[in-house]
C-alpha cells in the first residue's frame, strides 16, 4: 500500500512538473511572438515575410534597443534591406560602363561648345567658363565672363557679376601676401574649375604686384584701360554673394575689388565705386569680387 502511494505521489509530481514547464515555454512563448504589420506572427527580431523588426529588441549583445541599430554591436534592427537593395541597384546602374561613358561623354560634350563659343567670341561678349554658386540657395551655375581682351590666341576674362564679398586682407594692402590672392588661387580656383578647363588657364605675369596669378583682380590702371568710363565699370552682384556683403546701393550696384594699392596708407586698397568710380577702402571690409584670368586656346 505505501509503495502505490509513493508511486501516486510521484505520479502526481511528474504531471506538476510536466505542466508547470509547458506552462513557462507557452507564456515566454507567448512573450516572444509578435504580429508584424504585415499580420504574420513572428518569434524572431524580424518578420521573415516583409522584414519589419519589434519595436523593442534585444541585441544579440545584450543590449536592449528600440533605434534601428544597436549602439554597442551596430546589428541592425528595422528592416534596411529593401533600402540597402535600393541603393545598390541605383549605385550598380550609375557605375556600369556604359553609365559612366555616356555622362562622361555628356560632360565632355557641354566643354566642347563652351569652348568653340570660345574661340568666335569678340571683345565685349559674354562667355560661360566653369561654375560656381550663384544663386540664393547656394546652387552651382555656370559663370558668364566679359571677354576684356584678344590677344592672339590668348584672352582676358573677367567675371559678368561679382560672385562673392570678401575682405582683402585683415590689416594689409600688400597683394602678394593678401588673402584674397591665396582664396581666388585657392579655393575659387580649384571649385570653378576642372582638370580639363585648368588647361586654358594661363599662370599670368602681374608686374605690377610682382606675383604669377592664375586668377586675380584686375589692377586701377586695367579698370580704366578695359573699362572707359564709370558707366561701364558698374557691376552687380549674384545673389549667393549678396548674403554676405552690404555693398549695394538701391540699384543693386556693388563695389569690387582692385589689386593696386593705396601708398598714401597701409590698410587701404583700391576699388571700383557703386557708381563705377575707382576709388579705396579699408582692406578689411567685405567688398565684392569679380575674378580675372587669361585665357590660352
Same mark, same amino acid.
Given at each position: 500500500? $505505501? ?11 511528474? #504531471?506538476? #512538473?510536466?505542466?508547470?514547464? %509547458? ?12 504580429? #508584424?504589420?504585415? &499580420? ?10 516583409? &522584414? ?10 545584450? !543590449?536592449?534597443?528600440? !533605434? ?13 534591406? &529593401? ?8 549605385? *550598380?546602374?550609375?557605375? $556600369?560602363?556604359?553609365?559612366? *561613358?555616356?555622362?562622361? *561623354? ?17 571683345? =565685349?561678349? /559674354?562667355?560661360?567658363?566653369?561654375? /560656381?554658386?550663384?544663386?540664393? $540657395? =547656394? ?46 588661387? %585657392? ?14 588657364? $594661363? ?36 545673389? /549667393? ?31 571700383? %565705386?557703386?557708381? &563705377? ?5 579699408d582692406v578689411s571690409f567685405e567688398i565684392f569680387v569679380r575674378p580675372a584670368l587669361w585665357i590660352n586656346f
Amino acid at each position: 500500500m $505505501k509503495e502505490q502511494y509513493k508511486f501516486i505521489t510521484l505520479l502526481i509530481i511528474l #504531471c506538476l #512538473c510536466f505542466i508547470f514547464t %509547458g506552462c513557462k515555454n507557452n507564456i515566454q512563448s507567448s512573450q516572444d511572438e509578435w504580429i #508584424c504589420t504585415c &499580420g504574420i506572427v513572428n518569434t524572431g527580431n524580424f518578420c521573415g515575410i516583409c &522584414g519589419s523588426a519589434k519595436s523593442i529588441w534585444t541585441c544579440s549583445c545584450g !543590449t536592449v534597443n528600440t !533605434t534601428k541599430f544597436c549602439t554597442n554591436c551596430g546589428k541592425q534592427k528595422e528592416n534596411q534591406q &529593401g533600402n540597402q537593395q535600393e541603393y545598390q541597384q541605383e549605385n *550598380q546602374q550609375a557605375n $556600369k560602363p556604359e553609365q559612366k *561613358q555616356e555622362n562622361k *561623354q555628356k560632360q565632355e560634350q557641354k566643354q566642347a561648345i563652351n569652348f568653340n563659343l570660345l574661340k568666335d567670341a569678340k571683345v =565685349g561678349d /559674354y562667355v560661360k567658363f566653369g561654375n /560656381y554658386p550663384q544663386n540664393a $540657395k =547656394g546652387e552651382e551655375q555656370p559663370i558668364e565672363w566679359q571677354i576684356l581682351a584678344k590677344e592672339g590666341n590668348n584672352m582676358l576674362f573677367i567675371s559678368r557679376y561679382a560672385l562673392e564679398a570678401k575682405c582683402f586682407d585683415n590689416d594689409s594692402n600688400n597683394w602678394k601676401n593678401s588673402e584674397i590672392r591665396s582664396w581666388l588661387n %585657392g579655393d575659387f580656383y580649384n571649385k570653378a574649375f576642372n582638370e580639363k578647363e585648368k588647361k586654358y588657364i $594661363k599662370s599670368s605675369n602681374l608686374s605690377d604686384v610682382g606675383t604669377t596669378d592664375n586668377v586675380f583682380l584686375l589692377s586701377t590702371k586695367e579698370a580704366k584701360k578695359y573699362f572707359v568710363n564709370d558707366e561701364m565699370r558698374k557691376c552687380t552682384a549674384t545673389d /549667393y554673394a549678396k548674403k554676405n556683403s552690404d555693398w549695394l546701393d538701391d540699384d543693386n550696384y556693388s563695389w569690387w575689388w582692385l589689386r593696386s594699392l593705396d601708398s598714401n596708407y597701409g590698410n587701404v586698397v583700391c576699388l571700383v %565705386g557703386r557708381t &563705377g568710380n575707382v576709388s579705396s577702402s579699408d582692406v578689411s571690409f567685405e567688398i565684392f569680387v569679380r575674378p580675372a584670368l587669361w585665357i590660352n586656346f
